[in-house]
């Protein structure tokens, strides 16, 4: 539901306006006509979704990788419905996060261009710091000097900040009519000026082409604007990613039945092999210490023809399963294999009430930190996905977020939290002061919605909510 809510943009009025009174395509039927085929993984579709800047999305902006003439490629797209493509603080951290995406696995960047620039009364939010709208621009850079290619097209209006993408990029297309560039547009020029000028006359298609030079191909249409830019892609020399020889096999049980099996909670001890059975290429996992450390389970298998390393949580995770995973995650590190996490964290132990139990306790914790210091060092492709919790340390260990995993996606059960507010006390212990018992409640309740999926997701704090029946494809 809430993905149908996205893609229905800034709503009925808006969508009249971009396509009767301005003649545009939606962006979802533009990246159509640019794609291979329909295989598009779009990157966190629910980012603004509850944010405070009105009834809309607010990121104003559709990201996601697919393919163009067989080249894999990032997709940076302005849904012009949605404030008329406008910039909130939200859009461009999605930005940014899709440019790091081609940064890390160097992939081509194509950016479609329909935006109004940044939305000015949250400036301060968008412009001053180091990871605002300018660093946009920088990876732009950056990135042509390490020899990614960026491609633009000019499918609307181009103004400000904006206006600094297709120039910046190695080739760009502007589409007669419809796309404009400029740093200031009509109504600024006549009230700085008085002067009265046409968008097309300060900034349309013709000039850029034939007088400025800021664009490199001119487009009667935006189907012919898009032609153009997949034969631009055919010459930019990058290699395509060759197909598998053969299919991959299925899994022996069906991934459909990852539905049912989504943990909800720690009610009971679901063996994470069955799951695992649902992911990999005919249920074939090739497990590394499958009787030492059964808290995590470690192994090999292979995921739509990849080989992996995966790391997934069957239980809290003890001393001798962090140690175990310590070694895994070295293993796949000195053989190049990309690993796999799947976190299903428990809730941490209660504090030690013994000597024998501190002891412990600081085992754990020793050997935790050394899998952190494993997993950080990896130099290895990780993705994760929380197919469950995601709670407190363990989310570390595990390669959680801010352990910069190359992606990182969410079931739609998932719960991201420092502590899982379910085993949360909302009685306190002492009854010196009244309101203790009402400030718990509201605490509770306060980590209750912000451990969700979909309040993670809207902060683009993952890169996107999937269904656990899509995992494979993903």
């Given at each position: 539901?809430?993905?149908?809510?996205?893609?229905?943009?800034?709503?009925?009025?808006?969508?009249?306006?971009?396509?009767?009174?301005?003649?545009?395509?939606?962006?979802?039927?533009?990246?159509?006509?640019?794609?291979?085929?329909?295989?598009?993984?779009?990157?966190?579709p629910l980012a603004g979704l509850d944010m405070p800047y009105g009834d809309v999305p607010a990121a104003g902006c559709l990201t996601g990788i697919g393919r163009?003439?067989?080249?894999?490629?990032?997709?940076?797209?302005?849904?012009?419905?949605?404030?008329?493509?406008?910039?909130?603080?939200?859009?461009?951290?999605?930005?940014?996060?899709?440019?790091?995406?081609?940064?890390?696995?160097?992939?081509?960047?194509?950016?479609?261009?329909?935006?109004?620039?940044?939305?000015?009364?949250?400036?301060?939010?968008?412009?001053?710091?180091?990871?605002?709208?300018?660093?946009?621009?920088?990876?732009?850079?950056?990135?042509?000097?390490?020899?990614?290619?960026?491609?633009?097209?000019?499918?609307?209006?181009?103004?400000?900040?904006?206006?600094?993408?297709?120039?910046?990029?190695?080739?760009?297309?502007?589409?007669?009519?419809?796309?404009?560039?400029?740093?200031?547009?009509?109504?600024?020029?006549?009230?700085?000026?008085?002067?009265?000028?046409?968008?097309?006359?300060?900034?349309?298609?013709?000039?850029?082409?034939?007088?400025?030079?800021?664009?490199?191909?001119?487009?009667?249409?935006?189907?012919?604007?898009?032609?153009?830019?997949?034969?631009?892609?055919?010459?930019?020399?990058?290699?395509?990613?060759?197909?598998?020889?053969?299919?991959?096999?299925?899994?022996?049980?069906?991934?459909?039945?990852?539905?049912?099996?989504?943990?909800?909670?720690?009610?009971?001890?679901?063996?994470?092999?069955?799951?695992?059975?649902?992911?990999?290429?005919?249920?074939?996992?090739?497990?590394?210490?499958?009787?030492?450390?059964?808290?995590?389970?470690?192994?090999?298998?292979?995921?739509?023809?990849?080989?992996?390393?995966?790391?997934?949580?069957?239980?809290?995770?003890?001393?001798?399963?962090?140690?175990?995973?310590?070694?895994?995650?070295?293993?796949?590190?000195?053989?190049?294999?990309?690993?796999?996490?799947?976190?299903?964290?428990?809730?941490?132990?209660?504090?030690?009430?013994?000597?024998?139990?501190?002891?412990?306790?600081?085992?754990?914790?020793?050997?935790?930190?050394?899998?952190?210091?494993?997993?950080?060092?990896?130099?290895?492709?990780?993705?994760?996905?929380?197919?469950?919790?995601?709670?407190?340390?363990?989310?570390?260990?595990?390669?959680?977020?801010?352990?910069?995993?190359?992606?990182?996606?969410?079931?739609?059960?998932?719960?991201?939290?420092?502590?899982?507010?379910?085993?949360?006390?909302?009685?306190?212990?002492?009854?010196?002061?009244?309101?203790?018992?009402?400030?718990?409640?509201?605490?509770?309740?306060?980590?209750?919605?912000?451990?969700?999926?979909?309040?993670?997701?809207?902060?683009?704090?993952?890169?996107?909510?999937?269904?656990?029946?899509?995992?494979?494809?993903?």
């Amino acid at each position: 539901e809430l993905l149908e809510k996205v893609k229905k943009g800034g709503g009925e009025n808006a969508i009249l306006r971009h396509t009767q009174r301005n003649k545009k395509l939606f962006v979802r039927e533009r990246l159509r006509l640019l794609l291979d085929h329909e295989d598009f993984l779009e990157l966190s579709p629910l980012a603004g979704l509850d944010m405070p800047y009105g009834d809309v999305p607010a990121a104003g902006c559709l990201t996601g990788i697919g393919r163009i003439c067989g080249v894999w490629c990032v997709f940076i797209a302005s849904d012009a419905t949605v404030k008329g493509g406008t910039m909130y603080p939200i859009g461009v951290k999605k930005q940014l996060r899709a440019q790091e995406i081609a940064m890390e696995n160097r992939l081509l960047t194509v950016h479609l261009v329909d935006s109004g620039g940044a939305f000015l009364p949250l400036q301060s939010e968008l412009f001053p710091d180091k990871l605002h709208g300018g660093r946009v621009f920088y990876n732009e850079a950056i990135m042509s000097a390490m020899g990614i290619p960026q491609v633009a097209v000019v499918c609307g209006s181009c103004v400000a900040g904006g206006a600094y993408i297709p120039t910046m990029a190695e080739e760009s297309v502007i589409i007669d009519k419809i796309g404009t560039l400029f740093l200031a547009g009509p109504p600024l020029v006549k009230a700085a000026t008085g002067e009265d000028v046409s968008p097309e006359d300060l900034g349309g298609a013709r000039l850029h082409s034939q007088v400025s030079g800021c664009s490199d191909h001119f487009a009667p249409s935006e189907e012919e604007a898009y032609e153009c830019i997949r034969n631009v892609v055919s010459t930019l020399n990058w290699e395509p990613v060759p197909e598998g020889d053969r299919e991959p096999d299925s899994p022996l049980y069906s991934p459909e039945e990852l539905l049912g099996l989504a943990p909800l909670d720690f009610s009971c001890s679901l063996p994470v092999k069955l799951i695992l059975s649902r992911l990999v290429d005919g249920s074939r996992f090739q497990e590394f210490k499958a009787t030492y450390g059964t808290t995590l389970v470690t192994g090999f298998g292979h995921v739509e023809g990849h080989l992996v390393g995966i790391v997934a949580n069957n239980g809290e995770l003890a001393h001798d399963a962090a140690l175990k995973g310590s070694h895994f995650v070295q293993l796949c590190g000195q053989r190049g294999i990309p690993i796999l996490f799947l976190q299903n964290t428990a809730p941490q132990p209660a504090g030690p009430a013994s000597i024998s139990q501190a002891e412990a306790h600081s085992n754990r914790l020793k050997a935790q930190a050394s899998m952190m210091a494993a997993v950080a060092c990896a130099a290895v492709p990780k993705i994760t996905i929380v197919i469950g919790g995601c709670f407190g340390s363990d989310s570390y260990v595990m390669c959680g977020r801010s352990f910069s995993p190359n992606f990182l996606f969410l079931w739609p059960n998932a719960r991201v939290a420092l502590v899982d507010p379910r085993h949360f006390p909302t009685v306190p212990p002492a009854e010196d002061w009244p309101g203790e018992e009402l400030e718990l409640k509201q605490l509770k309740a306060k980590l209750e919605e912000e451990s969700s999926a979909f309040y993670s997701s809207s902060r683009l704090w993952d890169d996107g909510i999937i269904l656990p029946q899509d995992t494979r494809k993903v």
